[in-house]
């Protein structure tokens, strides 16, 4: 008898899903707490954005190989000792005492989240049926949206409050109670048959995926040229694709003898259409909100906190979309129409968000763009993840989770690495045209070192983004009072204007993927479900 016959599904849903959201939380929650980190461990620029790399690092190099261990040992017990791992890393790092000892325990959060978050998926699956799943998706697509709003929110109370070392300790108690809820409830089901686990794809694909991770990640620092000696970003990115080749090519000879990455989960047409396109969504959503989080905070001046609930009204609106998404009405649809109905929205609410920003906007001007791909997100998780798995077989599951969530891991690591670039291009050129506008309003003899200024720091346009808004221009000393005024507002309109310059083209590149996503669905994805092929049930694990 299937031990999925005898739990409770709902209760096991909401195990996942508190374990998930607290990995979807810490992406997010520690951003707000930079400055404290600078102050309290005295960490440098270089340490503190190793503080959020090393977790997203360790989580998307290691998704695939977890998402097989998840089929080898157990999918329950993966996500158990993903959260024990989680829990004891938010502990480290919460005592850290510098910042090499913070990055470490960072990463190992990342190694924690990494085991857990393809379990979910695996589990669901194996008690939901096709049928009664799309419920169960929108709830992680309404995860994701909250994590966005909550992390600064709570980050932020908590920073202010009781200090950056709560971000890590609030973890603590929440892990404890969800790892006694998984061991209590969340069945231990596995495939009816054993699996090994394939050492040398393993290594490969840890080693290709780091180089090329790393190298995205990394690359914008480095101006893409050398890391240290004659190490540059272009050959670690290229020895990262060789490795992935490689492991590809020895995965093709090792398809009949349990490789890490059975080809047969890209046989289903829909699985890879919507591998790509969850690929274009783990793009949209940082390439859409790391130029906003900047401009929010630093343009328009507000503090973390009051951003994330600018932006609450997304997740809002996501929430009450999913719930149509899953109604009678939504099911008539269609799970591609409904697709590509949300896919366009979410296009069409940030393009309104686009054309809306300005130096002068008013937070709550961008709220119909909000509503707008709030909606549009709410109609695209369901559809996506019932297409995903409509015919996967259960022995598949746990890779095939590894693989959906590495794709669209992937897929932030690219915008986090193409849009900051495009950003800070646009931004190096936008401040030296607008210092050389700017500067006929002030004295003959102040005008050349204020475009020297903002032409020097163009080329560190993210560092000023983050939040100097044009206060490094020197104030000579002596100067008058109100020449002085006058020039502090010059350079802050200067920073402000410029960056709504650079901002504007630079979302146009996750806009096209959104829409090019849409379009590959509304070609390529099958309307239509067929018969699952003779599945390999899950069942209790099997004895010594």
């Known amino acids: 008898m299937s031990s999925s016959s005898r739990v409770n599904p709902w209760a096991v849903l909401v195990v996942l899903a508190l374990g998930l959201f607290m990995t979807l939380l810490d992406l997010t ?3 707000i707490a930079i400055p404290s980190l600078v102050d309290g461990i005295h960490a440098s620029l270089d340490q503190v954005l190793w503080v959020l790399n090393a977790y997203s690092l360790a989580y998307a190099v290691l998704l695939i190989t977890s998402g097989r261990l998840g089929d080898v040992l157990g999918p329950r017990n993966l996500f158990v000792a993903g959260l024990v ?10 005592l850290a005492q510098d910042p090499t000892q913070l990055i470490v325990g960072r990463a190992i959060q990342g190694v924690g989240a990494a085991m857990l978050a393809p379990q979910s998926l695996a589990i669901l699956l194996g008690i939901f049926p096709p049928e009664r799943r799309g419920p169960v998706f929108a709830v992680f697509g309404i995860l994701a949206g909250v994590a966005v709003v909550a992390g600064p929110t709570v980050g932020g109370f908590l920073v202010s409050n009781v200090g950056w070392r709560w971000i890590f300790f609030v973890n603590v108690p929440l892990g404890v109670v969800v790892v006694i809820a998984a061991l209590a409830i969340v069945p231990d089901l596995r495939p009816g048959r054993r699996h090994r686990l394939d050492l040398l794809g393993v290594a490969l694909a840890t080693a290709g995926l780091f180089c090329l991770v790393f190298g995205l990640i990394e690359g914008q620092r480095y101006d893409w040229g050398t890391v240290t000696g004659a190490l540059t970003i272009p050959e670690i990115i290229g020895a990262g694709v060789a490795l992935l080749l490689v492991f590809l090519v020895t995965q093709a000879l090792r398809q009949g003898r349990e490789p890490l990455l059975p080809f047969a989960v890209f046989r289903d047409r829909n699985f890879t259409v919507m591998g790509l396109v969850l690929c274009a969504m783990g793009f949209a959503v940082v390439g859409l909100y790391l130029p906003l989080t900047i401009y929010y905070q630093s343009v328009l001046g507000l503090s973390a906190i009051a951003a994330g609930l600018t932006v609450a009204v997304q997740p809002l609106a996501m929430l009450f979309s999913s719930g149509f998404a899953n109604s009678p009405a ?16 979410l296009a069409a609410g940030s393009a309104f968000i686009a054309w809306t920003a300005r130096a002068d906007s008013g937070r709550w001007d961008f709220v119909p763009g909000l509503v707008l791909s709030g909606i549009g997100m709410g109609f695209i998780w369901t559809p996506v993840f019932n297409l995903a798995t409509r015919d996967l077989r259960p022995d598949l599951a746990g890779v095939a989770s590894g693989v959906l969530n590495t794709i669209q891991e992937l897929g932030a690591v690219v915008a986090s690495a193409s849009v900051g670039a495009l950003l800070q291009n646009r931004l190096a050129t936008s401040l030296h045209d607008q210092a050389v506008a700017s500067s006929h309003r002030l004295p003959d003899q102040f005008q050349a070192p204020f475009v020297a200024a903002f032409s020097g720091a163009a080329g560190h346009g993210l560092e000023i983004g983050a939040g100097q808004t044009g206060s490094s221009v020197p104030v000579p000393p ?22 709504v310059a650079a901002m504007r083209p630079t979302l146009v590149l996750p806009i096209a993927v959104i829409v090019a996503a849409a379009l590959l669905v509304a070609v390529a994805a099958r309307g239509r479900a067929r018969s699952v092929p003779e599945p390999v049930p899950y069942e209790e694990p099997m004895s010594a």
């Open 29 to 31: 929650i520690v951003n």
């Open 478 to 499: 002596g100067l008058p009072a109100p020449v002085a005024q006058e020039l502090t507002q010059l350079a802050h309109s200067t920073f402000t204007h410029a960056f």
């Open 85 to 94: 791992v989680f829990t004891a890393a938010s502990v480290f790092s919460g």
């Open 330 to 345: 939504g099911a008539r649809l269609g799970a591609k129409r409904a697709l590509v109905l949300g896919l366009l929205l």
